[in-house]
C-alpha cells in the first residue's frame, strides 16, 4: 500500500521499509538513502493531525537492507560509547599532561584524585616514581 495520504494519493509505492504511527522510512531512489516521512503533525500548541497511513510494502532484499544498516550504526554507536567509557577522565586511570605550564608536559602518571576546583575541575597525578603533580583537568589526556 505505501502511504497513502489524506487527500486520497498513495506516495512512495514499493519503497516503505519502516513504518509506525508518527513517520515511515522510505527508499529515497533520487538521493540513494533511507530517510523519514512524518505521517503526522505534531503542532506546538499540542495538537496533531494525522496526515496519512503507511504501510511496510518494500521488497524483503530493501527491508533487509535498511535492517542491516540500522545495525551497523547501533554497533557504530555502541564502539563510541565504548571509547568515550575509555576516555573519561576518571579516578584509577591513567592520564598524560599535554599542556599547561606548572607540570611538565608529557608527565605521565595514575589519576589519584579528579573533582572540583576553585577554578574548575582539577586532577591529581602520581609518577612512577612517586612524585604527585595537581593540575587543571583539561591540561591532562587518558592514555590508552
Aim: charge should be negative; glycine fraction near 10%.
Amino acid at each position: 500500500m505505501a502511504i497513502k495520504w489524506n487527500d486520497g494519493k498513495v506516495g512512495y509505492q514499493g519503497l516503505v521499509v519502516e513504518s509506525n504511527w508518527d513517520y515511515a522510512v522510505v527508499w529515497d531512489q533520487e538521493e540513494k538513502k533511507f530517510r523519514p516521512v512524518a505521517i503526522y503533525h505534531h503542532w506546538f500548541d499540542g495538537d496533531s493531525q494525522q496526515l496519512g497511513k503507511a504501510e511496510v510494502d518494500a521488497l524483503a532484499e530493501l527491508v533487509e537492507a535498511y535492517r542491516k544498516q540500522k545495525a551497523d550504526e547501533a554497533a557504530r554507536e555502541r564502539a563510541l560509547e565504548e571509547v568515550k567509557r575509555e576516555l573519561s577522565l576518571e579516578k584509577g586511570k591513567y592520564i598524560k599532561v599535554v599542556k599547561g605550564r606548572k607540570v611538565p608536559i608529557g608527565t605521565e602518571g595514575l589519576c589519584i584524585w579528579h573533582g572540583p576546583g576553585t577554578w574548575g575541575m582539577r586532577v591529581g597525578l602520581k609518577t612512577k616514581e612517586g612524585e604527585v603533580f595537581w593540575t587543571a583537568e583539561s591540561n591532562v589526556e587518558v592514555v590508552l
